[in-house]
């Protein structure tokens, strides 16, 4: 099924993580900018039953190579997971102009909570989930993407069997002022999520294109034998800005901005496999 209006989708620990790159070669200050960010925010609260243990993790990486022109790009990621909630953001951003520049730049960061679970109990949470992602490119040999990544998963935590999981993906594209309209958001359902507000707009000026979503809602499950359960929830933003005249001339700068998110994805699947023993 489709997410939608009706149906979508003690111990504290905070951690961030940011950082910044910049190339410049003979920048061209007449041309104007392109530009590309994603960033994301999830709040997850009203725990049925509270966790036996929390974690959190972040990370950020950026690469920027320029070889006539200049580039910029930022990544933050901040999450925290206390008894009673948790939150996490991440904000990646890249901005470029000249001939020939590559820029990347990705955050992730994860929250991870643990609860026992009597015969019969009921596991439940409200969340919101906010996603967006804007792409600028103005001249001919301009690029701009973006995209980002919002996933649930619950675990039962002793074999490591995913039970359940919903969430959100969207990715944008432009190149020198054209964008083709679909719709960038895909939404990864659950029978057990029941939506109480959602909204995804997407606007386009002739220059700039920009794509949002903000879903709310409870998560509801009961469970009939005792269980030890993990909740993760997962978010990765990435951004990438480009001017590419011969796409040969930069192929090791194109490679070096696409290991940045397979390193990341690596990390996040690792950051899934890890347990605890209780």
């Given at each position: 099924m489709n997410l939608?209006?009706?149906?979508?989708?003690q111990k504290t620990f905070a951690l961030t993580s940011a950082i910044a790159a910049t190339a410049t070669l003979a920048p061209l200050s007449a041309q104007a900018a392109t530009f590309s960010s994603s960033n994301a925010a999830v709040t997850i609260n009203n725990f049925s039953v509270e966790p036996v243990q929390a974690d959190?993790?972040?990370?950020?990486?950026t690469n920027t190579v320029a070889f006539e022109g200049s580039v910029d790009a930022t990544a933050n990621a901040d999450a925290t997971f206390t008894g009673s909630s948790a939150f996490n953001t991440t904000d990646s951003t890249v901005q470029g102009q000249g001939l020939v520049y590559s820029g990347d730049a990705a955050s992730f960061a994860q929250v991870a909570g643990f609860f026992i679970l009597n015969p019969g109990s009921v596991f439940s949470y409200n969340f919101t989930v906010a996603l967006d992602?804007?792409?600028?490119?103005?001249?001919?040999?301009?690029n701009a993407s973006a995209f980002g990544n919002v996933l649930f998963?619950?675990?039962?935590?002793?074999?490591?069997?995913?039970i359940d999981q919903f969430g959100v993906?969207?990715?944008?594209?432009?190149?020198?002022?054209?964008f083709t309209p679909w719709n960038p958001f895909n939404y990864i359902p659950s029978d057990f999520v029941e939506v109480t507000d959602f909204s995804s707009d997407i606007n386009f000026d002739g220059t700039t294109t920009?794509?949002?979503?903000e879903?709310?809602?409870?998560?509801?499950?009961?469970f009939g034998s005792p269980i030890t359960l993990r909740l993760q929830e997962t978010k990765l933003t990435g951004a990438r800005a480009e001017a590419v005249p011969e796409p040969s001339e930069i192929v090791g700068t194109m490679i070096a901005g696409s290991l940045l998110f397979v390193g990341l994805r690596r990390r996040s699947r690792l950051r899934k496999e890890a347990q605890i023993s209780i």
């Open positions: 939608s209006p009706k149906n979508l989708f959190a993790f972040t990370d950020a990486v992602l804007t792409v600028k490119a103005n001249e001919p040999q301009d998963e619950l675990f039962d935590n002793a074999s490591g069997e995913l993906t969207g990715e944008l594209f432009a190149t020198s002022n054209k920009n794509a949002k979503t879903i709310s809602g409870i998560y509801s499950r009961q």
